[in-house]
């Protein structure tokens, strides 16, 4: 005899369903007949069972893998919490065994966030078999030395102060190899000296924006224009103009200057046109060298007066004698 209704919910079946002797009238009254009525957990409805477990001992604070064993879920069990983003919100973080850090999309098979941690791992099991102690990085001199890169002391400063080697200094404090400012620690970038930052700008704007945002410049009125061409030793007025009108092609306006550097990098000479004539002025340093923007940077860089007065006055490193602090 063929049945008319659904055993779950009573809904008469179609004729296509009493041929094939079905005894539901959907997937979701087979599922609730055979699994359980759906029933709802921290805002997710979810249907009793071995999924359910699971994240319960999520939720108590068991790794994976230790969840999965206390209630013996099989494969389709964690399939199912993965593939069901309602689910796998309550899965817990993973880290990295060696670093800590969030593993993120990384496959469920991964221990580590990189072969690096993975090869530093190996290690450490190694030293262990053998009874060799494990050395670690010294996290307190580390941020240390973070801390004092970042107040414009060298590498070799910091190694004097901190009792490290400097090639110890320099590990910590960059990534290397440094080719591009990508390259550059992350937690650093924003500490470099002023310096380092400018000499791995990409482009002239890259440039000027890091001098005027160290500077602290509002936008006064007037620019000046960085030449990036170096020239040897000094010279008249007329030399410094036929750069700017015949190969620069600037049109040369009333009161606009033109800063030009040395090789050597402790003289900067600014041209600037006022009532009819050129004008010349030149700044020499007597200690340490000015920074300067590169000719990889294009023919020139155009910065504010505040931004010029600033880099005219930066010092390059600080002094030792400014490190008068107390050691850890």
């Not at 590169?294 to 390059?316: I, N, P, R």
Request: aromatic share 10%; proline share 4%.
């Amino acid at each position: 005899m063929q049945k008319e209704t659904c055993q779950r919910c009573g809904r008469e079946l179609t004729q296509s369903q009493r041929w094939r002797h079905c005894n539901y009238c959907s997937r979701s009254c087979f599922n609730d007949a055979r699994f359980g009525e759906r029933i709802e957990w921290n805002g997710v409805w979810i249907r009793p069972g071995q999924t359910l477990e699971v994240l319960k001992l999520y939720e108590k604070g068991l790794s994976e893998s230790e969840a999965r064993k206390a209630v013996g879920a099989d494969y389709k069990a964690m399939r199912r919490i993965r593939n069901t983003p309602e689910l796998a919100a309550f899965l817990p973080k993973r880290v990295c065994l060696f670093c800590g850090d969030a593993l993120g999309q990384k496959p469920s098979r991964y221990k580590y966030c990189s072969r690096n941690c993975q090869r530093k791992a190996k290690y450490d099991r190694c030293n262990a078999a053998q009874g060799r102690e494990t050395r670690r990085v010294d996290h307190v001199k580390r941020n240390r030395a973070i801390d004092l890169f970042a107040r414009g002391l060298d590498s070799g400063s910091i190694a004097r102060y901190l009792d490290v080697p400097v090639q110890k200094i320099e590990r910590w404090v960059y990534a290397r190899p440094i080719k591009r400012a990508s390259e550059l620690c992350p937690e650093l970038t924003s500490l470099l000296p002023l310096k380092h930052r400018l000499d791995r700008a990409e482009s002239a704007t890259e440039w000027r924006n890091i001098l005027q945002d160290t500077s602290k410049s509002f936008g006064a009125p007037g620019l000046v224009t960085l030449v990036t061409e170096t020239l040897h030793g000094g010279g008249a007025p007329g030399r410094y103009a036929s750069i700017v009108l015949e190969k620069l092609k600037q049109n040369v306006e009333e009161g606009a200057p033109f800063a030009f550097c040395n090789v050597l990098r402790n003289a900067i000479t600014v041209i600037e046109w006022n009532d009819g004539n050129f004008h010349l002025t030149r700044t020499l340093k007597s200690s340490g060298t000015f920074v300067w923007p590169g000719e990889h940077l294009g023919d020139f860089v155009m910065v504010t007066k505040d931004a010029f007065s600033y880099l005219l006055a930066y010092q390059k490193s600080a002094k030792s004698s400014d490190a008068r602090m107390e050691k850890p």
